[in-house]
């Protein structure tokens, strides 16, 4: 199956700054999502982005697909942004689900 | 809209009693319905999924079932539970024949086994 890494695995910031968390992937992939689980274990998906540059508010992605990688950024940073971030690739062509990487725990300190 | 309903959300079970959880998706017909446990850590390993009604994949061997009875029911059984069966499950659903759309979880079940 598809190895994913997840880099930095722990990030301690101050309300306010800026971050990138980086995920690379072992192989081709046609889907590729980043979710953040909140404290009480939901996961929340934030971007479907196999491929390009997506923007949502504070949260941006881009996945560079030929190079097999994907950065989450997240600008001003809120203490409401800790928690465990996911990136999550399938290679497609099946039913098969997603493949998780280990997370990066992320720690907003006020 | 579609929804993912999962429970119960918490449980607690002695070793060697039975399990199930259920999973229900709505406002979706054929959904591909996959259940994920995180042990300890924080890791997400995909244990079964589903393309129809009857139609389990295993992704690992274990002490764990899958059935799926109904388009959009998936349970996770067991008949005897293990002290390493603690930890949190979540179901989730994709379209079926759509590579280019997102999966959605459910909000999970924490299963502690005693």
């Known amino acids: 199956g598809i190895q994913v890494e997840q880099s930095p695995p722990d990030l301690i910031l101050q309300e306010g700054a800026n971050s990138t968390l980086r995920c690379n992937f072992s192989?081709?992939?046609?889907?590729l999502q980043w979710f953040h689980q909140n404290p009480w274990g939901q996961l929340i998906n934030l971007f479907y982005?196999?491929?390009g540059t997506k923007q949502n508010g504070r949260l941006s992605a881009t996945t560079v697909a030929t190079e097999r990688y994907s950065l989450l950024y997240i600008s001003s940073s809120q203490t409401t942004d800790s928690g465990v971030y996911f990136c999550?690739?399938?290679?497609?062509?099946?039913?098969?689900?997603?493949?998780f990487g280990k997370g990066t725990h992320l720690i907003i300190q006020p | 809209s579609q929804t993912i309903h999962q429970w119960p959300a918490t449980l607690v079970q002695p070793v060697g009693s039975p399990l199930s959880l259920e999973c229900t998706v709505e406002g979706t017909s054929n959904p591909n319905l996959y259940w994920y446990r995180q042990a300890a850590g924080r890791g997400l390993q995909l244990l079964f999924y589903?393309?129809?009604?009857?139609?389990i994949s295993s992704e690992v061997p274990q002490n764990l079932s899958a059935s799926r009875p109904q388009d959009r029911q998936f349970i996770l059984s067991s008949k005897k539970l293990l002290l390493s069966d603690s930890g949190f499950y979540l179901c989730?659903?994709?379209?079926?024949?759509?590579?280019?759309?997102?999966?959605?979880f459910g909000s999970g079940t924490r299963l502690t086994v005693v």
């Open positions: 999550a690739p399938r290679r497609g062509g099946g039913a098969d689900g997603l493949t």
């Open positions: 982005i196999p491929s």
């Open positions: 989730a659903w994709s379209p079926r024949n759509r590579d280019n759309y997102g999966y959605t």
């Open positions: 589903s393309v129809g009604i009857g139609q």
């Open positions: 192989d081709s992939v046609n889907n």
